[in-house]
């Protein structure tokens, strides 16, 4: 299998951090500096492949490496992952970046929709009924 994340194990000059089942890299093509990529070591497409064991370290790597970003560079950090036809690899990542903004603005700004729009509780309950058709 030929994976750029899985080769990003093995890449040395881009590792900045390593936990039992998951590692913190420099991504590929960072959009500015500070951002990086958490993986599992594990191939894995998907969250729901991986065990109780790698979901955890998963999380525990990304709550060190927020500490570790907001110390670094003083900002809050944006944490965010594509699936589906958004994703560049397979191989299931999770982007952190420092920001100013959070991931509201960002959103907001590349969809075009309202930063904030009051939503009243018959939309919500339609919005929450619509998803569970698919549970």
Partial sequence: ?????????????RLVKEFR???????KWPLKLGHVIVIPKRHVINFNELTKDEAKNLLDLLGYMSNI????????????????????????HIHMLPSKGGIRELVSSLEGVPLREDVSQEKTQEMR??????A
């Fill in 1 to 13: 299998m030929n994976c750029g994340l899985c080769d990003a194990i093995n890449q040395d000059y």
């Fill in 21 to 27: 089942h998951s590692i913190c890299s420099i991504i």
């Fill in 69 to 92: 970003l907001q110390k670094a560079f003083g900002d809050n950090t944006v944490i965010h992952t594509n699936i589906g036809l958004h994703r560049s690899e397979e191989h299931l």
């Fill in 129 to 134: 009924d619509y998803i569970l058709k698919f």
